[in-house]
């Protein structure tokens, strides 16, 4: 089946620094992607979407870029925080679909 | 406030016994979803639900049941037919299956 995969296990980086988390998809009908946050114990935090119709949007320090002929999503966060260590999960929707989840990364950010 | 809730935060089940979840929203979402989370692992689909009175079987659907007889509410029972329910649960609404999800806080569940 279609699946949505991370480069990266792991990240640590350390505190000021811009962190990059990468992920890969596999269904190029995808059309609607997302990244999520997840803190321990809790449920994950949408931070910031993007749709098949933009290869780049940005939010409050962060940013989503797509590049769709390699299917391919990032997330960046500039000057990372030591709350923003969390596993990072990107999910993709092919056209009419469910949300298909990636199985995460998890940020470390060292003070 | 707006938001998604579950309950409880820590559940406790001893082998044999069936256990209900509750999911609760006031969004006035349509679609509401059931996760299932082990350590160090994503999230996998048990059961869905796009409008009141249907829902749909998901990845992992075995040893699980689900009811949706009123907007708001999502409970999922873990029956004593799934072997190895201790996991994270997490469930979540959006408006359509086009949009993204809100996630409530998820329940801890153990068997004991």
């Known amino acids: 089946g279609e699946s949505v995969g991370l480069h990266l296990p792991t990240l640590s980086v350390q505190e000021g620094d811009n962190s990059i988390i990468n992920c890969a998809y596999s269904n190029s009908a995808s059309d609607y992607f997302i990244w999520y946050k997840q803190e321990s114990g809790k449920g994950p935090q949408f931070i910031i979407d993007?749709?098949?119709?933009?290869d780049k949007r940005q939010g409050q320090r962060v940013t989503v870029l797509l590049n769709k002929t390699v299917k391919h999503l990032s997330l960046q966060i500039a000057a990372t925080q030591p709350g923003d260590s969390a596993v990072y999960f990107c999910?993709?929707?092919?056209?009419?679909?469910?949300?298909?989840f990636g199985q995460g990364t998890e940020l470390s950010v060292k003070p | 406030d707006g938001g998604i809730t579950q309950s409880p935060k820590y559940l406790f089940r001893k082998e044999g016994q069936n256990v209900t979840l509750s999911c609760e929203q006031n969004?006035?979402?349509?679609?509401m979803y059931w996760y299932r989370q082990d350590p160090g692992q994503g999230l996998r689909l048990i059961y869905y639900?796009?409008?009141?009175?249907?829902?749909q079987k998901g990845d992992i659907a075995e040893g699980y049941s689900v009811s949706r007889e009123k907007k708001e509410s999502f409970p999922l029972t873990v029956t004593s037919a799934q072997k190895n329910p201790t996991a994270f649960y997490l469930c979540a609404s959006s408006i359509d299956r086009q949009s993204g999800y809100t996630f409530g806080s998820g329940t801890r569940l153990t068997v004991v």
């Open positions: 639900s796009q409008i009141v009175n249907d829902f």
């Open positions: 999910a993709e929707t092919p056209a009419g679909g469910k949300l298909i």
């Open positions: 993007i749709r098949s119709n933009m």
């Open positions: 969004l006035n979402h349509d679609a």
